[in-house]
């Protein structure tokens, strides 16, 4: 191989080998003290000439490194991340899942914010908001686990104890599956969010800013972005010349934050909600967005039948399936705007194994079911919860 197609090409960066390194030193070598000079590997030339050619082999290797860090697919941790701040993608941080647990026992007996729970592998789970156990005798809590990492996802129906019992509290479980918790961002799933995002890099179009408030605000499931270029207020209500964001999740402070980064100067935000975002000029801006309003979902079951492969939480399963599918106030399920289409549940609810028949209905209160669909507003959100799923076999 030529010395000469060694290190930048036009076929890009080519790193020679610790052999074609020793073998290009020896040639240079014989060719200044003659073809009878001692370069075996014990010689005094020879060891000189090795150290030498495994000091090349490092430079280039660093070389390599250095050019392989200017392209997305060969970019490894910071250098990557540094490419992905040029459009806008910031790392994702690790994340702890959270979730409900209901708490059975004595009416009066209280549950206090803190009050931790753990699974039978010992992973715990912190109550986020103090609850007194009703005349059901049971309350239902947010809880989040105590460390980050998607080891903390647990299933519906998990097996849970109380790290440090109460008098009068008698059992737990989770109706629903806790879940939400990850690890930090891996170089693979960073290089498969960017490549996602390469049609928003430098872009100010509402898809734009869709893409950043999704990919870059912690605790984002839902985001739809309208916008008004008229010169008139539009069907939606948007004043002329304003963009919309309707958001679920996430901090209001870094919502605004992130519409802020990607909006285009000059083009007004409008919405329920406005914070105020402090610009590098020192400028004060008022950014506007809105919360979607959630539109409660109650569903009913009846006539429920099963056969002998139906478990015996199984109906604790449907209703974690269908408060999964539909969502609820810590999961995503439908997004904004997304009506609830009655031919789907039943889909929903037959992933539980066993289950043979049933009769569903559906509606906007517990008093109101039936077979229709339920139209969700573009400023809406679909939310249910397991008290809001009724069984009868």
Request: aromatic letters at 8%; charged letters at 20%; hydrophobic letters at 40%.
């Amino acid at each position: 191989m030529n010395n000469n197609e060694w290190g930048l090409t036009e076929k890009g960066f080519r790193r020679p080998t610790y052999v074609e390194c020793l073998n290009a030193i020896e040639y240079k070598a014989r060719e200044l003290f003659g073809d009878k000079a001692n370069l075996t590997v014990r010689s005094p030339l020879g060891i000189f000439l090795r150290i030498f050619a495994w000091a090349m082999n490092l430079l280039f290797s660093l070389l390599e490194d250095v050019y392989n860090s200017r392209f997305v697919d060969t970019a490894v941790g910071t250098s990557l991340y540094n490419l992905g701040k040029a459009i806008g993608l910031q790392l994702l941080p690790a994340q702890k899942a959270s979730g409900y647990i209901t708490f059975s026992g004595t009416v009066g007996t209280r549950i206090p914010a803190g009050f931790l729970v753990h699974t039978i592998s010992n992973l715990q789970y912190a109550v986020l908001t103090t609850g007194i156990i009703d005349s059901t005798g049971q309350v239902t809590l947010p809880v989040q686990a105590v460390e980050t990492g998607d080891i903390y996802n647990i299933p519906a129906s998990s097996s849970l104890e109380a790290t440090n019992p109460i008098t009068g509290l008698t059992g737990m479980t989770n109706s629903a599956a806790i879940d939400g918790g990850r690890g930090r961002e891996t170089d693979e799933e960073f290089r498969d969010r960017y490549y996602l995002s390469t049609d928003f890099s430098g872009g100010v179009n509402a898809d734009a800013i869709a893409a950043e408030i999704l990919q870059n605000v912690e605790g984002v499931t839902s985001a739809l972005v309208y916008e008004n270029d008229t010169d008139e207020t539009d069907s939606l209500g948007l004043p002329p010349h304003s963009v919309e964001a309707v958001v679920y999740g996430g901090l209001d402070q870094d919502v605004a934050e992130s519409i802020f980064r990607r909006k285009a100067a000059g083009i007004q935000t409008y919405g329920n909600k406005s914070i105020e975002v402090l610009g590098k000029n020192g400028q004060t801006y008022s950014i506007s967005f809105s919360r979607p309003t959630a539109v409660p979902v109650y569903i009913k079951v009846e006539n429920l039948s099963t056969s002998s492969a139906f478990p015996e939480d199984g109906q604790q399963q449907i209703k974690a399936a269908l408060v999964n599918y539909i969502g609820s106030d810590v999961s995503g399920g439908l997004g904004i705007g997304e009506n609830v289409i009655y031919m789907a549940l039943p889909g929903v609810i037959l992933t539980v194994s066993g289950v043979l028949d049933f009769e569903l209905s559906i509606g906007k209160s517990a008093e109101s079911y039936s077979t229709e669909n339920i139209a969700i507003g573009v400023r809406e959100k679909a939310i249910t919860d397991i008290e809001k799923v009724v069984i009868v076999s």
